[in-house]
């Protein structure tokens, strides 16, 4: 599987097939929380990134492979920003002719701008766009945008897709510690909340490994103060517990990489996620994954956490992919 993966433990949408539309990493910011690491380079270019056939296909053998209870939601979520890829109207009204699971698109919402995108949207179940800052200055601080996407052009494009989107739209604010928690930031997000109008808000604290190595989630006082000015439909979304599928892959590898290229894991998470597996054949597998160059190890918060080795993370203080295996 190239497009496909899981499904996934998602913090709002359960067990989550992701589809991945765009290459390591595409986006048009260049958030400093990113889990995927910086963006090199920025593009704001639409285009058929892969041909939406094959994407198409993976997903019918995926949804074919999978009993209808091990799926709650088909997400397209991924590598970078997904509506970047041109043909994702198209995409979505295929899996929703093909299943009757829900269909989300996570997405910075910066080109929602764009009044062909709000169409191609409309068919999803839930948007699910991202809100860090309520004035220029903080957006620029917090998602380091394409200079095309400017503040006023992202606000206006949320408030606009809401009025004629009928689906469930979850906007969600990323909190970082001494940017965005602050009284004064947090009154300017919720007053763009409020004209925005979504159907809720969820809190998110960074929790795997950020871009930049200084950021860190709120402290309780902040998380107290973004509850309270953010209003009754904001509520705090912890971090997913569940299984990470790693079936429908040629190799342990394979599905390992496959995972941590959309959501890097900390080492306990992959090592659980690998349970099935003999420690020997776990063994053999990561240090055939160490010898592919495919993978890294990134240290942040204490923790080690495995990514995918196209990722970028400046300052990251252990790069090198060693593990030691229970049982070995
Ligand atoms: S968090 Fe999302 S929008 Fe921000 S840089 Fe990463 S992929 Fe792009």
């Known amino acids: 599987m190239r497009y496909v993966f899981g499904p996934v433990p998602s913090r709002r949408l359960g067990q989550s097939l992701g589809i991945d539309t765009i290459p390591l990493k595409t986006c048009n910011w260049n958030c400093v929380y990113c889990q995927l690491g910086r963006t090199i380079p920025l593009t704001n270019n639409r285009r058929a990134y892969f041909p939406r056939q094959d994407i198409l296909a993976e997903v019918r053998q995926a949804l074919a492979t999978h009993p209808p209870g091990e799926i709650?939601?088909?997400?397209?979520?991924?590598?970078?920003?997904?509506?970047?890829?041109?043909?994702?109207?198209?995409?979505?009204?295929?899996?929703?002719?093909?299943?009757d699971k829900p269909v989300a698109v996570i997405t910075n919402g910066g080109l929602l701008h764009l009044p062909g995108l709000r169409k191609d949207l409309a068919a999803a179940d839930a948007v699910l766009p991202s809100l860090d800052a309520g004035e220029a200055g903080l957006y620029r601080k917090v998602n380091r945008p394409h200079p095309e996407i400017t503040f006023d052009r992202f606000l206006q494009g949320l408030i606009d897709f809401r009025t004629v989107y009928r689906g469930k739209l979850w906007v969600e604010v990323m909190l970082v510690r001494g940017l965005n928690d602050g009284m004064l930031e947090l009154r300017g997000i919720a007053k763009a909340l409020v004209r925005i109008k979504p159907d809720a808000?969820?809190?998110?604290?960074?929790?795997?490994?950020?871009?930049?190595?200084?950021?860190?989630?709120?402290?309780?006082?902040?998380?107290?103060?973004?509850?309270?000015?953010?209003?009754?439909?904001?509520?705090?979304?912890?971090?997913?517990?569940?299984?990470?599928?790693?079936?429908?892959?040629?190799s342990i590898v394979d599905a390992v990489v496959a995972i941590i290229t959309r959501h890097p894991m900390r080492q306990e998470e992959l090592m659980q996620a690998l349970a099935r597996w003999t420690p020997r054949q776990v063994d053999e597998a990561l240090k055939a994954l160490e010898a592919s160059g495919r993978a890294q190890v990134v240290e942040r918060y204490g923790s080690r956490f495995w990514s995918a080795v196209g990722s970028h993370y400046p300052g990251a203080r252990d790069r090198s992919p060693t593990l030691s295996v229970p049982g070995e």
């Open 201 to 250: 808000v969820h809190i998110n604290l960074p929790t795997r490994p950020p871009a930049e190595v200084w950021v860190q989630p709120p402290d309780n006082e902040g998380l107290m103060r973004a509850t309270s000015i953010l209003g009754d439909i904001a509520e705090l979304v912890h971090p997913a517990e569940g299984a990470f599928d790693l079936s429908g892959y040629e």
């Open 72 to 99: 709650d939601w088909v997400t397209f979520v991924g590598s970078g920003e997904p509506t970047l890829h041109s043909g994702i109207g198209w995409l979505i009204r295929q899996v929703k002719a093909l299943s």
